[in-house]
C-alpha cells in the first residue's frame, strides 16, 4: 500500500442473544466504545463504512438508520457485504480509504441481529449463502452439512478425528468463559462436545458457533493522523483476498479453502511477514472443524497436522501462536456483519497488552485475522503489528 | 488521491425488463463488454467490486454467483450497497483500492434485476429503503411520495410548475429514443406527462423512472497500468460523498439534498473544478424533481433557477451544460446497482467522442455522475476528463 495506515481504536458489543436493543442502539455499543478509545468524537470521522448482511430482520437497508443513530449522518455513504466475512470488508474498504488519501480517519462498523428471525429460517438463509440454485435448492445444503462435507474429507485422508474436533470446542467455551462480551460463557468437556446433538455428521451442536446478535467497530488512520493525534497505534502490516466458487463440488480440494489459502499468501506477501513470525491470532472457527482447516490454510501447521497442533497445545496462551483467546466465533459468537471487525478488536487488545486474563505474551508483536465468508466463497487474512 | 486513477473500459447491457436472463448472465453483458473494450481479459483483472443491492430476487447474497458466471473466481471479495447510489459506491471502491496501491487493476460491476418482484412489492421494497420504521410504516411513504413532496416544496417557494418538469421528462424521452440500451424508447410530450396517471401528486407515471433490469461495469487503472498497457485514460478528477438522515422530517430543507450538495464541493474541491466547468453530467433524475433540484445541488443554476436553465434548452446537447444524453434514470431506467456506473460508462463514452447521434461538443473536456441514494441518503459526485 501506498501510506501506511494504523488502528486507533477499537470497539465491540456484548455478543449473544441481545433483544434488549435493535440495530441502533446495538451499533452504537461498539461505535461508542471505540470513539472514547480513540479519544475522538463523531466530528473527527471523516467517512464511516458500514458491513452488514442486513440479516433477515425489519430493516432490509440496516446502514442509514444504524449510522445516523451513531451521530454519523454525513459521513457514511457505503454498506459492504462478503457473507461471513462482512467485518473484514469493511475493513478493507476503510484501509483503503485512508492508504489512498481519501480520508484520514476512517471507521468501520461491522453489526448483524441475527435472531430477529428463528433457528430453521437462519439456516436456509446461511443456506441461501452456499449455493443456492443447485446444492441448497436441489440437496438442502446448509452450512452445518457443507463443514460436515470438509469434516468428514478431513477424516478420511488426514486421520482427523472427532474428538480432535471436540478439542477445538473445550479450547474456545475454556477462553470465552473469561470473557465477559461472549455469547456462551460454559465450559464444555471433550465428553459432553461427543456427547452433544448431532446437527450434521460428524458435526454436533457443540462443535457449531451460536445464532448470534453484536456489533464491532475499529478506527483506521494515516500516519499523519496518528502523529497529529499522538495515538498509540497498532499498524495494518499487510492485507490478503481471496474468493472462490459458491460450488463445494466445484472445489478443487474438500480438506482446505483455496480462498483463505490465497488470502494468507497475499497478506504474508505485503506484509513481508511469514507464518512463524505469527504469534497471535484469531481464525474462523464457525465450525470445529474449521479452526483445524485454518491452521492449515494460514501455514501454523503442515497439511494435515493441524488436529496436532491443537491437541499439542501449541495454540493455547503462550503457545507457539495462540488462537481465539476471546472464545472465537464457537462460544464468543458470530454475527456476521461484526465477526471481521471483533477480530481486530482482538488482536489489537492483545497486541497492546490489554487483554487481562487471555493476555498472551509477545516477542515481537505480531498478529492476524482470518476471516472466512460463505463456505469458502470469500476470505481475508489481516496482518497487524506494533 | 495519492495516486492518479483512469477508467479504461466500459461497458453496458441493455436495460428493461430483462426476463431473458438471470443476474448471471445479465451481470456478463456488462463485463464482457468492459473487457473488450480495454483490451483485458479476466486474468488481467486484479480485484473485482461488485455494486448490487440484492433486490428481493432469488439470490439474497448476489456476488458469487453473479462474479463467478463472468470468470471472476479469486478477485471478487466484496458487494456494496447505497441503495440508489450503490454502482457509484462500487466505483468508489475500486477507486480507492486502485489509489490506494492494493491493486492496478480494478473491476467494479454493478446490477439488479428488479423486475422479479411485483412493483406494489418494489414499492414497498423503495419505502424500506426511505424511513422505515416511521416514515413508511406509520405514513406508507413510498419514493413517489418522498419526490411529491419535494416537488411541491419547489413549486412553493420557486415557482416552479408541473409543465417545468414535464419537460425533463421529454428531454429524457427524446434522448432515450436514440439510446438502443435504454428501457423506454418512446418520445412524449409536454401533454401527454401532464395528461399521465397521478402517482402521487404532482409526480405522474411519466414524470417517474421504471422499474428496470441491467448491469454496468467500469475498469479502474493506476498510471502504472494505463502506461503498460498503452490505454487510452479517462481520468477521475475528483470524487466526493455523503450522506443524511433518512428521515424527510428531520432534513432542514425539501428544496435539495445536502447528501449531494456536500458530495458535490467534495469532488470539486478534490478536481479543482468548479461547476462552470462542467460541460457534460449524468444526474440522477428518479422523478423529474430531481433533475431540476440536482441542477441547484451541482451549481449548474442558482438556487430556484434550475427550471430556467431546463426550459432556456441549456441542458441540451452543445448546450451550456448536457445533461442526460442518453435517456437519464426517467427514460433509459434506473437499476439500482447498475445506475452509478452507467453514469460513468455515459461521461467516458462523451469524453471520448465516442456518443454517436448524441455526442456533445467539448472543448475542456470535463463530464461529472450525479448518484443519489435513497431519498438523499446518500450521494456521490465523480468528475471525469480527460
Redesign the interface.
Known sequence: ???RVAVIGIGSSKFGRRNDVGIRELTWEAVREALIDAGLTQKDIQ?NVIGST?YRG????P???A??YSG????????????C?TGS?AA??A????????ADIVLAIGFDKMTEVDTSASLA?GG??GN??WEFHMYGTTFPTYYALYATRHMAVYGTTEEDMALASVKAHKYASLNEKAHLRNKVTVEEVLKSRPISWPIKLLDSSPISDGSSAAIFASEDAVRKLHAEPVWVKG?G??????SIASRGEWTGL??AK?AAAMAYSSSHVSPTDVEYATVHDCFTIAEIMAYEDLGFAEKGKGAKLLRDGQTEKDGKVAVNLFGGLKAKGHPLGATGLAMIYEVVKQLREEAGPVQHSFKNYIGLTHNV??TG????VTVLGR
Do not use: C, Q, W
Not at 466463497?377 to 481475508?380: E, L, N, W
Open positions: 500500500m501506498n501510506k467517512l442486513a425489519t430493516e432490509i437497508y446502514a442509514p438508520p449510522s445516523e454519523l449522518v454525513g459521513k457514511s455513504p457505503i454498506r459492504v457485504e462478503a457473507a466475512a470488508a478493507f474498504t484501509i483503503n480509504a485512508v492508504a489512498s488519501g481519501m438463509i441461501r449463502g443456492y440454485l492485507i483476498y481471496g474468493s472462490d466458487t459458491s483455496k480462498a490465497d465468508g460463505g466463497h470469500y476470505a481475508y
